[in-house]
Structure formats: C-alpha cells, structure tokens
C-alpha cells in the first residue's frame, strides 16, 4: 500500500496571505488528522476528520480549518497567515478515529512564513 | 495542555549500549503509543501498549506500561547510529463523556547515539 502522502512538502508565503496543503491518507483510511509542529511548542493537535466530519478540534484560531473529502483526502487552509504559523504541518491517517489504533504520518509540509 | 511529558529531553548514548526513555501522563488510558521522527520528517508508529498489557516487545524495543503510576518507559536495547532520532510517547485518553478523545503527543526525547 502507498503511504500516505502530502502536498507540497515545502512552502514559503508572507504575513496575509492563505495556504492550502494537501493530505492522501493511505487507501481504506477514513481517519485523518491533522498536527502542526513546531520547536517551542512540540507537536499540537489541529483537528480529525473521519468520513468527512470533523470529530475533534485543537486550541487553534478560526485561521486554521479543513475538509475531507468523500475519498478520505484532506485539505487544511490557514489564512491571514502569521509569522508564528511557520512549521512542519503533519498529516496522518488511520483506520479508526481518535488513537485506538496506530497512525500513519505523511513526511509533512514545511511551511515558512515571512 | 501535553498530556504525556518524555524525560529525559536528550540523551546522547554510544553504539552497543541501551537507551531507556520514560513518558509520563495525567489521566486513565485506553493505550499508549511510541513514535519515532528523524529529523524534520514524520512520525514512524514503533508501538502500542494497551492499558490492561504491563510489557510489550517489538524487535529491539521493550515497551512497559505502569497505570498505576501514569507511566510507560522505551528500552531500545544494543543501538545503533541509525536509531538518533527524536522519540515521542502519545496516549488515547479514556473520555470523560461523549466520544472526543483524540491522541495526544509529549514533547519528545532527542536520543543521539554516537558510533
């Protein structure tokens, strides 16, 4: 099976402006989570969606948001980008919702915002 | 709020020896998980401890699980240069009410082994 994969893997965009990623979970995943990373604040949990609702929320400014799509992919959006929105952005898919079962991370998309 | 803390925060061992990290976490658990991450890449998922399992093997890693404690510790036993990577433990809290619950991460140990 394919890993899972994400789009694009490196980003560069200034204070303002939006970015979309991408994220294919691996094939028959319906879970897909979202985290972002960073050196200060480890690894923070964005949001889950599964079978194309949002089931869980991080503590993350209305900037941040997503979608899944009817075939599992994913999209996060952040939009007026920050400074402080500069990270390793992970996805990982799994095939159960919540962390019942091991997740499967995608090699992330390093966002840089200037 | 970090629900698992890892400690140490770095650990620099030589080739051949053992390494052992510790996570510890505030509430009950449905399992606790241990990942992996070389640097600025994803997460690879080592292994899943449930909360009724006390000691669990995969390989060169020996994972144990104390509940009565809120802990878990890592052994990676004769490593290897290849295993320098960050180290994250990541529990499946049991839910308090409704069905939200989510995996959350610690920070991670930085484990450096030298050749």
């Known amino acids: 099976k394919a890993g899972v994969t994400q789009t694009p893997r490196y980003l560069i965009k200034t204070r303002g402006q939006q970015v979309t990623l991408s994220c294919s979970p691996i094939s028959g995943h319906r879970s897909v989570s979202w985290y972002q990373q960073t050196p200060g604040q480890g690894l923070q949990f964005l949001f889950e969606?599964?079978?194309?609702?949002?089931?869980n929320k991080g503590n993350f400014p209305g900037r941040f948001s997503g979608r899944q799509f009817s075939n599992s992919r994913s999209e996060m959006n952040v939009s007026t980008l920050e400074l402080g929105d500069s990270a390793l952005y992970l996805c990982?898919?799994?095939?159960?919702?919540?962390?019942?079962?091991?997740?499967?991370f995608g090699p992330g998309t390093r966002l840089t915002v200037t | 709020s970090q629900q698992g803390e890892e400690d140490p925060q770095a650990l620099s061992i030589q080739e051949g020896e053992n390494a052992t990290m510790n996570c510890s976490y505030k509430?009950?658990?449905?399992?606790l998980q241990w990942y992996r991450q070389n640097s600025g890449r994803g997460l690879v998922h080592l292994i899943l401890i449930r909360s009724n399992e006390r000691e669990k093997h995969s390989g060169r890693l020996r994972v144990t699980l104390d509940t009565s404690k809120k802990s878990s510790s890592l052994l990676i036993t004769a490593s290897r240069a290849a295993d320098t990577a960050s180290y994250f433990c990541?529990?499946?809290?049991?839910?308090?009410?409704?069905?939200?619950?989510?995996?959350?991460f610690g920070k991670g140990t930085l484990l450096t082994v030298n050749p």
């Open positions: 990982a898919s799994s095939s159960s919702p919540g962390g019942r079962y091991e997740q499967y």
């Open positions: 509430t009950s658990i449905n399992n």
């Open positions: 990541a529990t499946d809290p049991t839910p308090s009410g409704g069905s939200n619950y989510k995996l959350t």
């Open positions: 969606y599964f079978s194309e609702t949002q089931r």
